[in-house]
């Protein structure tokens, strides 16, 4: 669980290049500067960890780029203690960005071990998300209305569920498309039943799947 002065070179040099390719939130970068990807992947894959690049993690899912968790996450605009719903923990890499900008994070995953090492990690590291198993599609109406939402798979249209779980005024993002490329989309809420939808580039994720294993 070290992060050496190596790992602190590594990523000053990922922070200063997802600069360049536009992202401009200095929150965002402080927050990727300070949380230590390599400890979030598989050993073999560790020397790979500060290229910007996604690598593969259990059940056939993949750790983000850390340019795409940069731009979803500088589109959602976090505020301190914003309550923010993320749908696909994966790695826990992204909820940890989250918390390291002071939001308040409840994740679901609908992978079973992928929540569960998540769920072992990030508290060793310092981040405490609240953690759910299940189905993203369904949300967690229990906890709702939230001020974000993040979804960090690819869906075919926006889960109408989910969009009901967003504040007034709150953000949601996510990748909208089918399973070989999907538009970055913002939607905002701006009164009860009226959202704007505006589009942000062609990104490739996961698909995003119903249900839990």
């Known amino acids: 669980m070290e992060d050496t002065y190596l790992h602190k070179g590594l990523r000053k040099k990922l922070v200063d290049e997802i600069n360049k390719k536009g992202i401009n939130d200095q929150r965002v970068l402080d927050a990727i500067n300070q949380v230590p990807r390599h400890l979030f992947m598989d050993s073999s894959f560790i020397h790979f960890a500060y290229k910007d690049q996604a690598f593969p993690i259990a059940a056939n ?3 983000s780029q ?17 309550k923010v719903l ?3 923990t994966g790695s826990g ?5 989250l918390i390291a900008m002071g939001a308040n994070v409840y994740t679901i995953e609908r992978f079973k071990v992928l929540k569960m090492k998540a769920q072992n990690l990030l508290p060793k590291l310092g981040y405490h998300p609240h953690f759910f198993y299940g189905d993203g599609y369904e949300g967690l109406p229990t906890y709702a209305p939230f001020d974000k939402i993040i979804i960090t798979a690819a869906a075919a249209e926006v889960p109408k569920k989910l ?16 399973n070989t490329s999907q538009t970055m989309t913002l939607i905002e809420r701006s009164s009860e039943h009226d959202y704007n939808k505006t589009e942000h580039g062609l990104f490739v994720f996961v698909p995003m799947l119903k249900g839990k294993v």
């Open 61 to 63: 899912q993949t750790i």
């Open 66 to 82: 850390p340019f795409t968790v940069a731009f979803q996450t500088q589109l959602l605009n976090i505020q301190k203690s914003d």
């Open 86 to 88: 993320e749908v696909g």
């Open 93 to 97: 890499y992204q909820a940890a960005v």
């Open 163 to 178: 969009m009901e779980q967003l504040k007034v005024h709150g953000r949601m993002v996510l990748p909208l498309g089918n």
